[in-house]
């Protein structure tokens, strides 16, 4: 007998936000909602928020890391190890809880909106045809974005694309196969991007950071099909030759518009290479420093006090501690060789040398992987990186504001992704929006302005800045910046104005302050092109003492069995972490959803299965790339050497994984790869540590073992909430609950 019900059952089909205050059954309000401008994009900005923001717990929960708080009754890391969890409680002890709600709800938003956003004309309500595109992309990326979250974590599930009517037949409900979910996340993407790049851009307008942008859904659809074609979920539907279609397309687009692989030599006070500064690096909305970040949904970590050192002052706990087996991972530098090829037993307490490699067991940490010293802090790694202390050089980006001008014409061109301005009158100006920063003069500073620009055949006479402050402008107090010579490539710009500040806004500088940009009297129909503007300041620090970081049984940082502030494996993680973070400054960064280091390994994981390790494949745009060209490229930024030529698929495809995880280390993808490869039970049964006792100048390391029974078939998927499925067995008569969680 079929089922018919008027009241809400799962979260499938939760009604609207009590902030839109809809009528019985919503439609009135929507009418209304969707009726003008403003409704429907605050109706947009409900669709965001519901992707769950990953974090460092879920290192936890792989080999990557076991968590100091396993020594906890009752702590969801003790649960898991000890195989405690079950359905009924598996919200309380997963590394994100139960995200199934919340991201259906989201694709609820999403499918309201797009069912109403195609009634509705833009002349109507006062816009162009480009912004509702650029709206209907953002919504179409959204729920592709959802849907991915979801499969990854559930494996099959519903797939809707309207929202339920009142007196839905529920008994026709069922959950769809991984495949199916993925086909539906690449029609969302390509719908978005079927936008003109005008409509739907590469940029990111001024103050709109987390913004769906044209590079999303390539990203979105290069994990999606990737793991669409591996071992966990490949059902013919999707071969790697599919798969490489799609990686070779994303890569190939996001390379042709600008993305690039952050490698910008940090200060030695700063950090030790590109990958460690990028790590600790704020994404910023224009790409002007980070071109590597396509999507970054958390925020930034606190792992110095969730994951510290215990001779930190305010740290909690130590967190995730790696394991020796993610330490053993990491290959040697100067031969590119892994050091540890595998265990002679079990327990991972044997390990078997790669005599090739250079590694020397008695000096362990020595010539490794950079990659490695920019994640891990291991026994007498350097924990200080300079001199001095509470020096930093901070970038701020700044974006002009396009209501305040006079005698300019212009705007953002979202293609180029920099300002178009000419000149229409003889006093042109214009002026930024607020600097969110306070200055104090007392650490001697220096501040420079910077921005890169090109021009037609003038050259831009006596520019200068007024700097608006309390309010006002002191034209006694301006500052000229001089010639802006013509260019008609980008050239960089940059002025200091350390000293100018100082002597005139010394007490009054603070945030909310801003800047006319002045460009005098100029010969009319004057052009510029200009981007990437920054306010630079670089902080002078104090001289400190330099301590390596000493984890020996009894050191300040050493190991412990019983204490959930010491590491438990001889080891704390390092990445994200700035070395500088404390009580009163929390500089570390934030895990990014989607990087362009992504891209490279999902193409080159498709590639070497459909085309070999070194076929040359054309990406499109004048780029062509093997497997093995990938992950050289990422490689090329750590410095390692480049994998050889002439490697079979299985020796290619070892060596891929392992640099993959490395790579990728504690950015929760470790998690979902041992599970679409089929492996959890050969990578989270046996896990170890390093116990390291020193007796005068010398060390005995000693590897300790930390077995677990979260590699069981269950573990390959998230528990349903066990509420839904019963309700659902009531309405469908199928129980919808995977496998070993019932």
Excluded at 98 to 119: A, E, H, M
Excluded at 207 to 234: C, L, V
Excluded at 378 to 397: C, F, H, I, K, M
Excluded at 600 to 606: G, I, P, Q, R
Aim: net charge negative; glycine share 6%; proline share 4%.
């Amino acid at each position: 007998m079929k089922k018919y019900i008027l009241y809400i059952i799962i979260p499938l089909m939760v009604s609207c936000s009590n902030l839109l205050d809809m009528q019985s059954d919503g439609r009135t309000s929507l009418d209304e909602i969707f009726s003008e401008r403003n409704g429907i994009r605050g109706y947009l900005n409900s669709c965001y928020g519901y992707c769950p923001a990953p974090y460092m717990d879920r290192a936890s929960m792989t080999d990557e890391a076991q968590d100091a708080d396993d020594i906890t009754a009752g702590s969801k890391f003790s649960m898991w190890y000890a195989d405690n969890v079950n359905a009924q409680n598996y919200a309380s002890y997963s590394s994100d809880g139960s995200p199934w709600t919340s991201l259906y709800q989201g694709i609820r938003k999403c499918n309201v909106f797009l069912d109403r956003i195609r009634n509705v004309d833009a002349a109507t309500i006062g816009v162009s045809g480009n912004e509702i595109a650029n709206w209907t992309a953002q919504v179409h990326t959204l729920r592709a974005l959802y849907y991915l979250q979801l499969a990854k974590r559930y494996g099959d599930i519903p797939v809707l694309t309207a929202s339920y009517e009142i007196g839905h037949d529920y008994s026709s409900d069922k959950r769809e196969p991984f495949s199916k979910v993925v086909k539906l996340i690449m029609e969302d993407c390509d719908a978005a991007l079927s936008a003109s790049d005008a409509a739907f851009g590469w940029g990111v307008p001024s103050n709109s950071f987390g913004i769906m942008t044209r590079a999303i859904p390539y990203a979105i659809k290069s994990q999606a099909i990737t793991y669409a074609a591996s071992p966990q979920w490949s059902d013919g539907t999707y071969t790697w030759a599919d798969a490489t279609a799609v990686n070779k397309e994303a890569l190939g687009a996001l390379l042709a518009n600008n993305y690039q692989l952050f490698d910008v030599d940090p200060p030695a006070e700063i950090a030790q290479n590109p990958y460690a500064l990028y790590f600790i690096t704020n994404s910023d909305d224009q790409r002007s420093v980070d071109k590597e970040t396509i999507y970054q949904c958390g925020t930034k970590m606190e792992i110095w006090r969730n994951a510290g050192l215990p001779s930190t002052a305010g740290m909690l706990k130590s967190g995730p501690c790696p394991t020796q087996e993610l330490v053993d991972s990491y290959e040697m530098q100067a031969t590119g060789q892994i050091p540890i090829t595998g265990y002679s037993d079990e327990l991972h307490l044997v390990p078997i040398i790669n005599s090739i490699s250079g590694y020397n067991p008695a000096n362990p940490y020595e010539g490794r992987d950079p990659r490695f010293y920019a994640s891990i802090y291991y026994n007498e790694a350097q924990r200080t990186l300079g001199a001095s202390v509470g020096g930093r050089n901070d970038s701020y980006p700044m974006s002009f504001n396009l209501a305040a001008v006079n005698d300019l014409s212009g705007g953002y061109n979202e293609a180029e992704q920099c300002y178009n301005i000419e000149t229409i009158g003889g006093d042109p100006y214009i002026y930024f929006d607020p600097l969110d920063l306070q200055i104090n003069w007392a650490m001697e500073n220096k501040i420079t302005f910077t921005f890169e620009y090109r021009t037609n055949d003038n050259t831009f006479l006596d520019a200068g800045m007024y700097f608006v402050v309390n309010g006002g402008i002191d034209p006694s107090k301006h500052f000229a910046i001089g010639d802006i010579p013509a260019s008609s490539g980008w050239t960089t710009f940059t002025v200091d104005l350390s000293e100018h500040l100082k002597n005139n806004y010394s007490d009054s500088w603070n945030a909310g302050s801003y800047i006319r940009f002045d460009l005098m009297e100029q010969q009319p129909a004057s052009r510029m092109d200009i981007r990437n503007f920054r306010m630079n300041i670089e902080i002078e620090g104090e001289a400190i003492e330099s301590t390596p970081v000493y984890t020996y049984v009894g050191a300040p940082d050493g190991i412990s069995v019983n204490d959930r502030r010491s590491t438990r494996t001889g080891y704390y993680m390092r990445k994200f972490n700035n070395w500088q973070s404390n009580n009163s400054n929390n500089a570390d960064g934030a895990i990014r959803l989607f990087r362009l280091a992504e891209v490279y390994l999902n193409f080159a994981e498709s590639a070497y299965q459909s085309d070999g390790p070194d076929t040359p494949i054309n990406l499109g745009n004048g780029i062509t790339m093997s497997a093995r060209d990938a992950v050289n490229a990422v490689r090329k930024r750590a410095q390692m050497p480049d994998f050889p030529v002439g490697m079979s698929v299985n020796d290619f495809e070892k060596k891929y994984r392992n640099e993959r995880r490395v790579e990728l280390a504690f950015e929760e993808h470790r998690y979902f790869d041992v599970r679409r490869w089929k492996i959890l039970e050969k990578t989270d049964r046996y896990l170890t540590g390093m116990r390291i006792t020193k007796d005068g100048n010398a060390y005995t390391y000693t590897r300790i073992s930390f077995p677990r029974n979260s590699w069981k078939d269950k573990y390959m998927l998230y528990a349903i909430d066990q509420d839904e499925v019963n309700k659902m067995l009531e309405f469908t008569g199928s129980n919808w609950q995977n496998t070993g969680w019932n």
